[in-house]
């Protein structure tokens, strides 16, 4: 006897009701397309951060706590998903420093501590339920540095843009055409495949391929971070910017190659900002990148278990140093009316080699939509509902159901089937630098198998801006 399916009626709920709040919001009569709220927005960090001053200090601390009920498994694996009841409580806390010795030239340095885990280890899901969870246990919970770079900006036009200052970036006025240049180390997703909907883990969604391209295996370490050069070339309506960076030396790993001959990551990317919708926010990003590693490939890891020279596929043993992995990505953002954007992405990769950085992955498609309570005078609340579909190409697929290991995957077997996901989350602005936070995420054939889910994991944040 089948169980009533209360977790997906009620994000199912909860998605229309952020979807369809645009439309409420517009049937009031005071709240037209020239109608703009009038409200200063109220302090968003319990410390002041002047634009006056050279110096940069702040800081947040980001606690999330996720649960899942049992779900139905008819069998599970060592990377599985754990189909008996669990929660778990992550960590993320990072001090932002920076110093502006010109208006040309700054310097960032930021210091960042991770702890606590996720469900199940962050095991058994393309899209993991929330991105702030280092995967790699064994790394410890020691104070790293996140960020240590260089940026200096070489101007082309006389003609100024006002900018609010961020920990990311600390000039208020910005040439109109300028070229940007960052060396150090970051991430690759502080520069690219950006998006206004989904990119922020504390204030936004929390699942991986939402906040990110699911299929982008960009260049980083097991925390997420990686060392390079970025050029990014800015004019008023487009922008284009590429990056030369540092891989890991083996899949999901803590350290990163210094092989640049056989292990680097070239990525490029092209911002087209349109006027589609007048006095709207639009963009549009057009992703590439191509990845160099010590990388195995999954066709030939099928052959070697098929002639019985490894007991099972492992990806392990076709590794082969220089090996390339390529992809593409599509990323839009469009302002429907005051603070209401629809937001999406396409991603692929090429799907024969492992997946080596970020999750396994290989053609997703995501389409949402966000908001930001000005409309119902709250200008520092978020609402976001988005919908995503994730899968993987015949090989690895294949690969999988023979009982091989990825970083994520691995359930003994596979009965094959997308990855869909829906993700539902309202943040509240408390007090100053305190928000609080409920998300709600529902996922079918979680880690590609048809015969294991569904479930729903919902989840509370507490984040603290300084």
């Known amino acids: 006897m089948s169980k009533f399916p209360f977790g997906q009626v009620a994000i199912l709920a909860l998605l229309l009701v952020i979807h369809c709040a645009p439309l409420f919001a517009q049937a009031d009569p005071n709240a037209g397309a020239t109608a703009e709220p009038t409200q200063s927005n109220p302090r968003d960090t319990f410390f002041e951060h002047p634009d006056a001053t050279k110096w940069w200090i702040s800081g947040q601390a980001?606690?999330?706590?996720?649960?899942?009920?049992?779900?139905?498994?008819?069998?599970?694996?060592?990377?599985?998903?754990?189909?008996?009841?669990?929660s778990a409580v992550s960590r993320v806390l990072t001090l932002y420093t920076g110093y502006e010795f010109t208006p040309n030239t700054a310097v960032y340095l930021d210091v960042e501590e991770a702890g606590w885990g996720g469900i199940s280890g962050a095991l058994g899901l393309a899209g993991f339920t929330n991105l702030d969870v280092v995967r790699n246990p064994q790394l410890g919970t020691a104070p790293y540095i996140a960020r240590l770079m260089l940026q200096e900006i070489v101007p082309f036009s006389k003609e100024k843009?006002?900018?609010?200052?961020?920990?990311?970036?600390?000039?208020?006025?910005?040439?109109?055409?300028?070229?940007?240049?960052?060396?150090?180390?970051?991430?690759?997703?502080?520069?690219?495949?950006?998006?206004?909907?989904?990119?922020?883990?504390?204030?936004q969604f929390l699942n991986w391929v939402v906040d990110n391209n699911g299929p982008y295996d960009y260049a980083a370490d097991t925390r997420g971070y990686t060392i390079g050069a970025l050029l990014d070339y800015e004019d008023r309506n487009w922008g284009l910017r590429f990056a030369e960076l540092a891989m890991p030396k083996v899949a999901n790993g803590p350290d990163l190659s210094a092989n640049i001959a056989n292990s680097r990551a070239e990525n490029i990317e092209l911002e087209l900002r349109p006027t589609l919708l007048s006095g709207r926010d639009t963009k549009l990003r057009f992703l590439s990148y191509v990845n160099h590693g010590n990388m195995g490939?999954?066709?030939?890891?099928?052959?070697?278990?098929?002639?019985?020279?490894?007991?099972?596929?492992?990806i392990t043993a076709t590794r082969i140093p220089g090996t390339i992995k390529y992809g593409f990505g599509i990323n839009f953002q469009q302002e429907l009316i005051k603070d209401v954007w629809a937001f999406g992405r396409w991603g692929w990769n090429d799907g024969k080699t492992?997946?080596?950085?970020?999750?396994?992955?290989?053609?997703?498609?995501?389409?949402?939509?966000?908001?930001?309570?000005?409309?119902?005078?709250?200008?520092?609340?978020?609402?976001?509902?988005?919908?995503?579909?994730?899968?993987?190409?015949?090989y690895h697929q294949q690969y999988l159901a023979d009982g091989g290991l990825g970083f994520?995957?691995?359930?003994?077997?596979?009965?094959?089937?997308?990855e869909t996901i829906e993700e539902a989350f309202y943040t509240v602005h408390a007090w100053r630098g305190?928000?609080?936070?409920?998300?709600?995420?529902?996922i079918n054939?979680?880690?590609?198998?048809?015969?294991?889910?569904p479930l729903t994991v919902p989840g509370v944040r507490l984040h603290l801006e300084f």
């Open 297 to 314: 490939n999954y066709r030939e890891s099928i052959q070697l278990y098929k002639e019985g020279v490894t007991p099972t596929p492992d």
């Open 161 to 203: 843009i006002e900018q609010e200052r961020s920990a990311l970036e600390l000039q208020t006025q910005l040439p109109v055409r300028r070229l940007e240049i960052r060396v150090g180390k970051f991430s690759t997703a502080d520069f690219f495949d950006y998006n206004i909907g989904g990119t922020d883990s504390h204030y």
């Open 62 to 86: 980001n606690f999330v706590f996720q649960a899942h009920g049992s779900f139905y498994a008819l069998y599970s694996g060592t990377n599985s998903l754990k189909n008996a009841p669990e």
């Open 408 to 418: 994520l995957l691995g359930d003994g077997g596979l009965t094959y089937g997308r």
């Open 434 to 442: 305190l928000f609080v936070a409920v998300d709600l995420q529902h």
């Open 354 to 394: 492992e997946s080596f950085c970020y999750t396994e992955d290989e053609s997703g498609i995501e389409t949402g939509t966000y908001l930001v309570g000005t409309r119902w005078g709250r200008s520092l609340d978020r609402a976001g509902a988005v919908f995503v579909s994730s899968g993987i190409k015949s």
């Open 445 to 453: 054939n979680p880690g590609y198998n048809r015969v294991r889910g």
